[in-house]
């Protein structure tokens, strides 16, 4: 197991360290067993693919990062995923432009998928849940995205503290509009 996680972790250090200066488009699987000294047949004994490699990656870090903790509230749970896009920036930053079939972006979507269900859970108590989910997964993914376009540097709790902002002052606005006139 230890000759394992030691081939997946090297494997995990060359292609955060190609992304950084490659497009993932780019990246062969060549490449990246060149970059770390093994061979092809170690990395698809590991790995369907190069997707599935990003993929992992962010579910390691996710466990390492999450696993375990009891957090206050869903703010909280938010603020610990941008710490760990935060902590390897540039990796992440590539890693959410790569498109197509088993791109990062819908691996990330379906992590965020059963923790945006339990936020609008706890904030909305509706009946269909669904249309909720996906409208808050798909403007989490999308602000993230613009996130680490910005030129100025915010820090993770910042960016969820004026996302929550945005989110609270939306709703105090449009639910007052949405009540009765007397």
């Known amino acids: 197991m230890a000759d394992s996680n030691s081939t997946k972790s090297a494997l995990a250090d060359a292609m955060k360290k190609l992304m950084v200066c490659k497009s993932f488009a780019k990246i062969s699987i060549s490449d990246l067993c060149e970059e770390c000294g093994l061979n092809r047949k170690s990395f698809y004994y590991h790995f369907k693919d190069k997707y599935d490699l990003v993929n992992w990656i962010f579910y390691v870090d996710f466990l390492t990062n999450m696993g375990g903790k009891n ?38 979507y379906e992590m965020l998928e059963p923790v945006m269900a339990f936020f609008v859970q706890d904030l909305f108590q509706v009946q269909n849940q669904k249309l909720f989910v996906t409208f808050f997964c798909d403007a989490f993914l999308t602000a993230v995205l613009r996130w680490f376009s910005m030129e100025s540097e915010l820090e993770p709790e910042t960016f969820v503290e004026e996302l929550k902002e945005v989110i609270c002052r939306s709703s105090e606005k449009i639910a007052a509009k949405a009540e009765p006139k007397k």
Not at 73 to 99: G, H, M, P, T
């Open 71 to 108: 957090f206050e509230n869903e703010w909280d749970v938010l603020v610990a995923v941008c710490n760990i896009f935060y902590q390897n920036k540039a990796f992440y930053q590539s890693a959410l432009r790569i498109e197509g079939q088993n791109s990062f972006k819908d691996y990330f």
